[in-house]
């Protein structure tokens, strides 16, 4: 059996004009947890379909679980789950009868049914919530009854699409830990995520897709290392001294380095590596800008994808309508 759960070479496909995916190859190991990373819109929903066999491609060749996409569609559905975008649970039902529901309708008795949704509801933190109509669940309570109700069987691969898009940080914590006991559980996770920092905390491999291609792929590690440096990260104990900051950095890191923060007080810049970074932080204190505190450290993945592709990673792509229509 091989150890990769999937196996895609060159995978293509279009709406109308505009090409969604444009020769995506990924090997995903088995047991792992995958992140395909990208904006809204770089081709990422149209990939995980196109596995999920609910799009057929239109050039190129992907093999799940050691079945093919096309010619053993139905082997594939039969050991992978999908949870999109949108919650996939009946709002006027209780969680408790939509899980009871779905496992009823994979051939569950009703005895094994109601044992498998209590199961289910627990392992999700959802029994005082089982009786509740899914309408008045939060955001974060849907989530994972969504999530939930993708594991009524355990799948060998489930992929997770946006899973945590519009939830606040405790339910977003929440999902992660989720994704983390399914990947200790043994199933494989491909994880599709407009969110660096959910990826960093979660992938052992990433791929970056950009206009329906990926455009680098490694570990979390090996993205940053790609940068060729790290960041320092100065905050000032007087911001009215940032502007005096800013051109000091400027002319020791170059123009191009240097970012100002969102907090007043606070820059950031691109630096070769730590001992230049002290340097750095010495001149500024010879200077007399006071510093409160400072920080080197790898660059971040935002950073990783503002070098990759001179844009931030919230920047809308170009076939996001096409791509959210399929």
Same mark, same amino acid.
């Given at each position: 059996m091989?150890s990769?759960?999937i196996? =895609?070479?060159?995978?293509e496909k279009s !709406?109308?004009?505009?090409?969604?995916v444009n020769?995506?190859d990924?090997?995903?190991r088995?047991?792992s947890v995958?992140g395909v990373?990208?904006?809204?819109?770089a081709?990422k929903?149209?990939? /995980?379909?196109?596995?999920a066999?609910? +799009?057929?491609?239109?050039?190129?060749s992907a093999r799940?679980l050691?079945h093919?996409i096309?010619e053993?569609?139905d082997?594939?559905r039969?050991? #992978?789950?999908l949870?999109?975008?949108?919650a996939?649970?009946?709002?006027?039902?209780t969680?408790r009868?939509?899980l009871i529901l779905?496992?009823?309708?994979l051939?569950f008795?009703? =005895?094994?049914?109601?044992s498998r949704?209590?199961?289910l509801?627990?392992?999700f933190g959802?029994?005082?919530?089982?009786?509740r109509?899914?309408?008045?669940y939060s955001?974060g309570?849907?989530?994972? +009854?969504d999530?939930?109700a993708?594991?009524? #069987?355990?799948?060998? %691969?489930? !992929? +997770?699409d946006?899973?945590?898009?519009?939830l606040?940080p405790?339910s977003?914590?929440?999902v992660w830990? /989720? #994704?983390?006991a399914l *990947?200790?559980?043994?199933?494989t996770?491909l994880?599709?995520?407009?969110?660096l920092d959910?990826?960093?905390?979660?992938?052992?491999?990433i791929?970056?897709i950009? *206009?329906g291609?990926v455009i680098?792929?490694?570990?979390?590690g090996? +993205?940053?290392?790609s940068?060729?440096?790290?960041?320092?990260?100065?905050r000032?104990l007087d911001?009215e001294q940032?502007?005096?900051?800013? *051109?000091?950095?400027?002319?020791?890191l170059?123009?191009?380095a240097?970012?100002?923060?969102p907090?007043?007080?606070?820059l950031?810049?691109a630096?070769?590596? =730590?001992?230049?970074?002290a340097e750095?932080? =010495?001149?500024l204190?010879?200077?007399g800008?006071? /510093?409160?505190d !400072?920080?080197?450290?790898?660059?971040t %993945?935002?950073e990783? !994808?503002?070098? %990759?592709?001179g844009?931030?990673?919230?920047?809308t792509g170009?076939?996001e309508l096409?791509?959210?229509?399929?």
């Amino acid at each position: 059996m091989s150890s990769l759960a999937i196996e =895609a070479s060159g995978l293509e496909k279009s !709406f109308g004009d505009t090409k969604a995916v444009n020769g995506v190859d990924l090997a995903v190991r088995r047991g792992s947890v995958y992140g395909v990373l990208g904006p809204n819109g770089a081709g990422k929903t149209t990939t /995980i379909r196109m596995l999920a066999t609910l +799009l057929r491609p239109d050039g190129g060749s992907a093999r799940v679980l050691g079945h093919d996409i096309v010619e053993d569609a139905d082997r594939v559905r039969g050991a #992978v789950s999908l949870t999109g975008q949108m919650a996939s649970v009946d709002e006027d039902l209780t969680g408790r009868e939509n899980l009871i529901l779905l496992a009823l309708l994979l051939g569950f008795s009703r =005895a094994q049914a109601r044992s498998r949704a209590d199961e289910l509801l627990e392992a999700f933190g959802l029994t005082e919530a089982a009786t509740r109509q899914v309408k008045n669940y939060s955001g974060g309570m849907r989530r994972r +009854l969504d999530i939930a109700a993708s594991l009524v #069987v355990t799948p060998e %691969l489930l !992929f +997770l699409d946006e899973p945590t898009t519009g939830l606040d940080p405790r339910s977003r914590n929440q999902v992660w830990d /989720i #994704v983390r006991a399914l *990947r200790e559980s043994g199933t494989t996770v491909l994880l599709c995520t407009q969110y660096l920092d959910e990826a960093d905390q979660l992938a052992d491999g990433i791929a970056v897709i950009d *206009r329906g291609k990926v455009i680098a792929e490694g570990t979390p590690g090996q +993205l940053k290392a790609s940068v060729g440096s790290g960041s320092l990260h100065v905050r000032l104990l007087d911001p009215e001294q940032r502007p005096e900051a800013q *051109r000091l950095l400027a002319a020791a890191l170059g123009d191009d380095a240097v970012h100002p923060d969102p907090d007043p007080a606070a820059l950031t810049a691109a630096c070769p590596d =730590a001992d230049r970074g002290a340097e750095v932080v =010495a001149e500024l204190i010879r200077a007399g800008v006071r /510093i409160a505190d !400072f920080a080197l450290g790898q660059p971040t %993945l935002d950073e990783v !994808f503002m070098a %990759l592709t001179g844009r931030p990673a919230e920047e809308t792509g170009e076939i996001e309508l096409q791509e959210q229509a399929a």
